[in-house]
Nanobody, 124 residues
Framework: VQLQACGGGFVQPGGSLRLSCAAS???????MAWFRQAPGKEREFVAV????????DYADSVKGRFTISRDNAKNTMYLQMNSLKPEDTAVYYC???????????????????WGQGTLVTVSS
């Protein structure tokens, strides 16, 4: 399955953005996740939503500010980002996999399908 991420942009601290990740095919049975990579840093986990969307998990750094969701009818995943901080600046990548086991959902290397990334810049 191919993934297309969009919605990044420039926003001031405290602002909001909504990222979207559209899949080329049916992904209701896929784990779907967001990762991000800041300049000079390794890619890190942000949020994940389980198959069929009944469970979500977040990195501690975004918990309470970001919300991951999915619309299986549209084969699309979203990341609503509120109260953005300068340290949220990064390229955000969406990922999906239908063979991943639950305990591996936070690890980037276990996802086979990746979007191209969308840049989020938070600055005053």
């Amino acid at each position: 399955v191919q993934l297309q991420a969009c919605g990044g942009g420039f926003v001031q601290p405290g602002g909001s953005l909504r990222l979207s990740c559209a899949a080329s095919g049916r992904v209701s049975n896929y784990y779907m996740a967001w990762f991000r990579q800041a300049p000079g840093k390794e890619r890190e986990f942000v949020a994940v939503i389980k198959r069929y969307g009944d469970t979500t998990d977040y990195a501690d750094s975004v918990k309470g500010r970001f919300t991951i969701s999915r619309d299986n009818a549209k084969n699309t995943m979203y990341l609503q980002m509120n109260s953005l901080k300068p340290e949220d600046t990064a390229v955000y990548y969406c990922a999906a996999d239908n063979t991943i086991i639950h305990s591996s959902r936070f690890r980037a290397e276990h996802y086979d399908n990746w979007g191209q990334g969308t840049l989020v810049t938070v600055s005053s």
